[in-house]
């Protein structure tokens, strides 16, 4: 009865540390995630922030649109950031 009882409680402590590092590694992996998710949205940011530039001047070249920008274009968007036909 004795040797039956160490059994059971062994089982049970196996049992119960397994649960607890599933848990755990759970718990690590979603932290992990986030933290990526974080890290993606950090350097997407970045990336707009270095780029900017880039694509506004695109926007705002006479050869993208023909002969010429139109003028809302020109007058909302390019004249704001000092970009010049």
């Known amino acids: ?3 039956l009882g ?3 409680r062994a089982w049970e402590f196996y049992h119960h540390q397994k649960r607890l590092q ?3 590694k759970m718990r690590k992996s979603l932290e992990f995630n986030s933290w990526l ?3 993606d949205s950090v350097l997407h940011q970045k990336y707009l922030r270095e780029h900017r530039h880039q694509v506004q001047s695109f926007y705002c070249q006479p050869t993208y649109y023909g002969n010429e920008i ?3 274009l020109f007058r909302n968007y390019c004249m704001q950031y000092g970009i010049n036909q």
């Open 37 to 39: 998710n974080q890290l």
């Open 70 to 72: 139109p003028e809302a």
């Open 6 to 8: 160490r059994k059971q």
């Open 22 to 24: 599933k848990g755990w």
């Open 1 to 3: 009865d004795n040797a």
